[in-house]
């Protein structure tokens, strides 16, 4: 579905990722772990457009992208859920969802409330406060919202950079479970983390990257094993074992619980 070839990519004329080369396949989890500023963030951008290639090529479907706008890649099905939310917080919560419908085309207005319905079964949460700011909403909602915002526009790919920054481990959990639900439904998923045990535990492969450099790639579960990624990367402690993959919206009603609990 996706592939990138020999990309590189930064800001200006400084090279942050240098040749990578990556892959996504429909249905798949591939986790992109390494450091802060080991370039994962830089390379999401590339792929959707937000920042330009320096070198290489970006295909989507077979076909070159890297000279789409991002509008464009949206409208192909691929679509970014940036680190750190960046939700509109002076808009409701209904607000940012329909933004993320509308995207890339107007909806129509039964669509476009359709979509929203379908949100608010998956996230209850949102549907109770939906008239609020999202401003107003505690980190952990606003990470809700910004997913559902993403899931508005239906990718067949989607970006999710860091989305476990700053969350309780309760959450951090729940978040990865709702991200393996949303395999099981089909969904293409490239996953930027600093969490790389638990990016690896539901990663069907994975892609290991040091100063804007890809140096090591297999399977999720083999690098979970790997004697180097495990001093780089995770730290001591026992395996994390691989969450079920649930429904993604029984995940989401369970997240709404946490956060209101």
């Not at 979509?115 to 909403?137: D, K």
């Not at 909602?141 to 239906?154: P, V």
């Not at 959450?171 to 479970?177: A, G, N, S």
Request: charged share 25%; glycine share 12%.
């Amino acid at each position: 579905m996706l592939e990138l070839r020999r990309v590189t990519t930064g800001y200006g004329t400084g090279a942050v990722v240098h040749e990578a080369d990556l892959s996504v396949g429909a249905g798949e989890i591939v986790a992109l772990i390494g450091a802060n500023g080991a370039g994962k963030s830089t390379l999401l951008k590339a792929v959707s457009g937000l920042l330009g290639v320096q070198g290489g090529e970006i295909l989507f479907d077979g076909e070159r992208i890297e000279k789409l706008s991002p509008r464009e890649r949206v409208q192909r099905g691929l679509v970014h859920v940036p680190e750190g939310r960046q939700v509109f917080a002076g808009l409701s919560i209904e607000e940012n969802l329909w933004l993320g419908g509308n995207a890339h085309r107007r909806l129509g207005e039964q669509e476009a409330s359709r979509r929203l319905s379908e949100m608010c079964v998956r996230f209850p949460v949102l549907s109770e406060r939906r008239h609020e700011p999202a401003g107003n909403l505690s980190g952990g909602q606003q990470q809700m919202l910004a997913i559902a915002r993403g899931l508005m526009s239906q990718p067949r790919l989607l970006l999710l950079d860091e989305p476990s920054l700053g969350l309780s481990p309760l959450l951090v959990t729940e978040i990865f479970r709702l991200v393996a639900g949303l395999r099981a439904q089909g969904m293409a998923i490239l996953l930027s983390e600093q969490n790389a045990r638990q990016s690896l535990a539901i990663a069907d492969r994975a892609y290991v990257l040091e100063a804007g450099r890809i140096v090591l790639e297999g399977s999720g579960e083999a690098l979970l094993g790997d004697r180097q990624v495990a001093e780089r990367y995770l730290g001591v402690g026992k395996a994390v074992d691989a969450p079920d993959e649930r429904d993604a919206t029984q995940l989401a009603a369970r997240l709404g619980q946490i956060l209101q609990s």
